[in-house]
């Protein structure tokens, strides 16, 4: 049975996974499961930009971990860019095994406001179920409450939920199958 | 989805290809990549794109180039350009050249996304209303607005201002002193500026034409009427509609105006469906509206609702430390379009610009700059090359005394004369319409 190995490169506190978890298995109906994997990601670091190359680490995860059909999700507590954009929240191969997922917008210190704990772990688990999403070759979507709606700014994901919409469930389980098969 | 929305990307670096090629995917637009001008035009070959993303410095033919050979042949593609902060200028240029917009490296994820969503409503709009194709050409809007004297820098100042709000705007000055420009300038430089913005001369047409004109017909509304047409309110739908010499309208197409405003909703003449539009408006006039409403040709009703900011443009005379700059504009220009070796002006012909008293402002220069390139042989414009040297009246000594109305006066009768009352001619010499120098006409009493 495949997994969703989640990868964090900071801190996770046990209520923020578990809430993480349970959103994850609900929503893909794959078990996630914790990796710690020795994972140096300064190759990636642009020191002009003082950001990290958000595609490099992908294809480093890509290569580091044992894979089979597993899904792999690194969670990161610092920024990341593309080379086109100025940053992204994350970033993942379309209909493949990687995604990754920065905290650093999330937090609404970044804007200058009050720190708020709870908010966070909502906006991480969207935007880790968005980029999951994804991998399983979903693509933007127009319903406003569907967790793949594409967020840009930090409101924005405040805006929708955590949950596929009907579309997108029917289309992840059509995938979903033929990825089993 | 946007399934029917193809986008190609064209750049010479792998990583900026793969990015987009994937940022484009995850939000469902069909996208293909090339490296160089030579692989962009082989895929515009070989399939249909409705966007091109394309990035302004390549090796080999460069993005400005390329965009040329592409509009050549293909005057539909949308066409975005990327550049980094130091090709600026270059993007600009760009635009001129009939490129959509642009955007600077690296972009913002947010302004990326509102950028290609108002590029494919463009699309979907461009295929309904052929309007709109004129217009992209419009979008870069201030560099035609030359002027470094204190009195241009605050009209600028204020466009800018007034552009971001939504709010009514009221352009007056003088006949030729580019009110329609400013418009423009405005509508570039506002959230609208994707969509379309559309001048109407209310000055020029009759009423029960000017209402066709403006609310559109349907078929058999009357004589003529062969087809159903959309009219400029509905053209400006998103846009800014630009209502010209509104000071000019009959007092019924005043009280439509007003209705329409005020409830953004019309039906077309000889129709009755409601139609209901989106518009901002500008409007511009040369008469003192305030005295019209005193005297009861102007509704006080629509001029408060039309007259919440006022951008007011000096007359060339009052600008005059302006006029070597639109000179040599108008140079380059004419310049260019008739392939002429003429570049400069002699002191002695730009002393005589200076003084000249320009009673049709900036239209009038570019007029008399315009048949000076003509008649001019290069290397530059002479004295005898401008259109008013042969005046035995030379205008400015004797302004000193005179009123202004004295020296307008003056100068159209010597225009009119030099015509051989030639209403059409001498309008265009004077840089003003027909209706205005016919009052101008019955003003001064002027006779043949
Ligand atoms: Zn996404
Ligand atoms: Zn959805």
Redesign the interface.
């Known amino acids: 049975m495949p997994r969703v190995q989640v990868v964090p490169l900071l801190e996770l506190k046990t209520e923020t996974r578990d809430r993480l978890f349970t959103a994850i298995e609900q929503q893909t109906t794959w078990p996630a499961e914790l990796m710690l994997l020795p994972f140096d990601p300064q190759y990636a670091y642009d020191v002009a930009r003082e950001q990290y190359h958000s595609s490099q680490l992908l294809l480093g995860l890509k290569n580091k971990s044992d894979l089979n059909d597993d899904k792999i999700l690194a969670i990161v507590p610092f920024d990341l860019f593309i080379p086109i954009l100025t940053f992204v929240f994350g970033e993942a191969h379309l209909n493949g095994p990687c995604a990754i997922v920065s905290i650093y917008r999330l937090r609404p210190e970044f804007y200058g406001l009050p720190p708020a704990p709870g908010l966070v772990v909502e906006r991480l688990v969207k935007e880790c179920i968005h980029e999951l999403g994804h991998t399983f070759g979903l693509r933007h979507c127009k319903n406003m409450g569907c967790v793949l709606n594409a967020s840009t700014y930090v409101e924005e994901i405040d805006l929708k939920t955590h949950e596929f919409c009907e579309d997108c469930r029917g289309a992840l389980l059509q995938t979903g199958s033929s990825l089993i098969q | 989805?946007n399934q029917a929305i193809s986008l190609l990307v064209v750049d010479d670096?792998e990583?900026?290809r793969?990015?987009?090629y994937?940022?484009f995917?995850?939000?469902?637009y069909e996208v293909g990549t090339a490296k160089d001008a030579y692989e962009a035009l082989q895929q515009i070959e070989k399939a249909h794109w409705d966007i091109m993303l394309l990035d302004i410095k390549m090796p080999g033919m460069d993005g400005l180039e390329l965009q040329r050979r592409v509009r050549e042949v293909n005057k539909e593609i949308v066409i975005i350009i990327?550049t980094a902060y130091a090709s600026v200028d270059t993007a600009v240029q760009s635009l001129k050249e009939g490129s959509y917009d642009y955007v600077v490296?690296?972009?913002?994820?947010?302004d990326?996304?509102h950028l290609i969503r108002n590029a494919a409503e463009h699309l979907s709009l461009k295929n309904e209303n052929l309007q709109l194709r004129q217009d992209i050409s419009h979008l870069a809007g201030m560099e035609e607005i030359i002027g470094d004297s204190p009195q241009m820098k605050r009209v600028m100042e204020l466009v800018r201002t007034v552009a971001t709000s939504d709010s009514t705007v009221v352009i007056r000055g003088e006949s030729g002193t580019g009110k329609e420009l400013i418009a423009r300038a405005i509508h570039c430089h506002s959230p609208r500026r994707y969509f379309p913005v559309v001048p109407v001369n209310c000055g020029a047409l009759a009423e029960s034409l000017l209402e066709s004109e403006l609310f559109g017909h349907e078929k058999g509304a009357f004589t003529g009427a062969q087809s159903r047409r959309k009219g400029k309110f509905e053209m400006a739908d998103r846009g800014t509609l630009f209502l010209d010499e509104i000071g000019n309208v009959s007092q019924k197409m005043q009280m439509e105006l007003l209705r329409v405003l005020e409830s953004k909703q019309f039906t077309r003449v000889g129709g009755n469906q409601t139609i209901h539009v989106d518009i901002r408006l500008i409007c511009a006039t040369n008469k003192n509206l305030e005295k019209a409403v005193e005297e009861g040709t102007f509704r006080e009703d629509l001029y408060y609702r039309i007259n919440v900011f006022t951008i007011i443009l000096p007359p060339l005379r009052e600008r005059r430390s302006d006029i070597p700059l639109l000179a040599q504009h108008f140079i380059n220009k004419y310049a260019k379009i008739m392939n002429k070796e003429i570049k400069e002006i002699s002191p002695q012909a730009m002393d005589l610009l200076i003084r000249h008293h320009w009673p049709g402002n900036v239209r009038e220069l570019e007029n008399a700059v315009e048949r000076a390139m003509v008649v001019g042989k290069p290397p530059y414009l002479r004295p005898q090359d401008l259109p008013f040297q042969l005046s035995s009246e030379p205008v400015e000594e004797s302004a000193e005394m005179d009123s202004l109305a004295e020296i307008e006066k003056r100068h159209i009768r010597h225009v009119l004369e030099r015509s051989g009352w030639n209403i059409s001619k001498a309008a265009v010499t004077l840089g003003i319409d027909r209706v205005t120098l016919y009052n101008k006409i019955k003003k001064y009493q002027l006779r043949k």
Not at chain 2, 25 to 28: A, L, T, V
Not at chain 2, 105 to 110: Q, S, V
């Open positions: 989805m670096e990583s900026v793969n990015s987009l994937n940022w995917r995850e939000d469902g990327m490296k690296p972009f913002n994820p947010d990326l996304s």
